[in-house]
């Protein structure tokens, strides 16, 4: 089944009960029993929910994946992950992560032994460096935020298979549509649901999809046990999202595009991170394990000057200024202030995001209605 019709089809079908075509929604907190421990399949809504379990069979479809898990956000996602580990385990990352992340690893699991090693991924030698025999997870984003560094998968998943140790792929800015790990060796994908996948701004969710169905078991220990779920109203929304997934990314690709190639010819644009350039860093291997480059993407303006990149922000009237990404709309972030700001500023610099730093979340308006916002707010 090709990726358009999962996106329409896929884990769903229609109610039993009513012919309804939309999974309706299950808002329910409890579930009759027959008799003590006889039931339907559903006991208690933290630990399923009908409207939830279609939704995850969903995104485990476009994933080419067995078992999808959704969580009440991103993070919470990431979090279930990193609970599958133990004081005195250790876990490779990449140096160009989102803060969020970052935040996580380094200010929640690290005070309870757990230690993270953060290397530039672009290079496999430097992750096989960073590996040692208490490491337990490997921790990618690719593409990167905010600067979109690619890391190749399938090299990673070569240093992890066969060894006591999991590899993660944060595939948030790629989605499905681009980007499928777990056909690349990968163990674990992470999205952030909020982003393109719900794609409408409206929704804040996490999910994990595996095949292994051990690993999935554990997961799902962590989702109910800890109860960071999402409620059927949210899961309702995503699952409405996905099926124009695939039109979607079409234009936020061919805008970004466009948009990348404009800025990249601006005498006030400094340095534009996409990873559609040749010149972009390992763009071979985004040529290879993408099927196109996406809508994301950052650049700096020439002077590097903080002043300047805030007049630029505060100036644009289609782009709006605001946290996430993945929307319908263009919006646009400041990492050094906002997504990256609970990283050190050194440790920022070091991996490129620096004071001008601008993010792009190429919507799908008219691409030359964007361009002009973009050319008036740099004039």
């Known amino acids: 089944m090709k990726f358009s019709t999962k996106a329409v089809h896929a884990g769903v079908e229609p109610d039993p009960s009513t012919g309804a075509i939309m999974t309706p929604i299950f808002q329910t907190s409890t579930y009759v029993q027959s008799a003590p421990g006889h039931h339907k399949g559903y006991e208690y809504s933290r630990t399923h929910n009908p409207t939830r379990t279609a939704l995850q069979r969903a995104l485990a479809a476009l994933e080419n994946g067995k078992h999808g898990l959704c969580f009440a956000t991103g993070m919470a996602s990431i979090d279930a992950v990193v609970k599958l580990l133990k004081p005195g385990d250790e876990v490779v ?7 969020g992340t970052y935040r996580l690893f380094t200010k929640i699991f690290e005070p309870f032994g757990v230690k993270f090693t953060f290397v530039d991924m672009g290079d496999p030698a430097n992750v096989a460096a960073a590996i040692t025999p208490k490491t337990k997870l490997v921790w990618v984003e690719t593409p990167t935020n905010p600067t979109l560094r690619i890391v190749d998968i399938a090299a990673m998943a070569k240093l992890t298979q066969g060894k006591d140790m999991l590899l993660a792929v944060d595939n948030t800015f ?3 549509y681009l980007q499928n790990p777990l056909d690349l060796g990968a163990d674990i994908v992470m999205h952030s649901v909020t982003k393109f996948l719900g794609g409408h701004s409206d929704v804040v969710m996490g999910a994990l999809i595996v095949n292994d169905d051990d690993l999935a ?6 989702q109910n046990s800890c109860g960071g779920t999402p409620g059927p109203q949210d899961c309702f929304l995503v699952l409405r999202g996905l099926k124009t997934l695939h039109l979607r990314m079409e234009r936020h690709c061919s805008n970004g595009r466009a948009i990348a190639e404009w800025l990249a010819k601006h005498p006030k644009v400094g340095r534009v991170y996409w990873p559609g350039f040749p010149s972009h860093g390992n763009h071979d291997v985004a040529k290879r394990q993408m099927r196109d480059f996406g809508g994301m993407m950052s650049f700096t ?3 590097d000057k903080l002043e300047d990149a805030t007049k630029f922000l505060s100036s644009c009237k289609l782009f709006t200024l605001a946290e996430s990404l993945g929307g319908v709309e263009s919006l646009m972030g400041h990492p050094a202030s906002m997504t990256h700001a609970s990283i050190p500023r050194e440790v920022r610099l070091r991996s490129g995001v620096t004071d001008s730093l601008i993010r792009l979340s190429v919507g799908v308006e008219d691409a030359g209605d964007l361009i002009d916002d973009l050319e008036q707010a740099l004039a």
């Open 174 to 176: 790629a989605s499905p």
């Open 93 to 99: 990352s990449t140096n160009d992560l989102y803060g």
């Open 217 to 222: 078991d554990r997961l799902a220990f962590i």
């Open 301 to 303: 303006i020439k002077g």
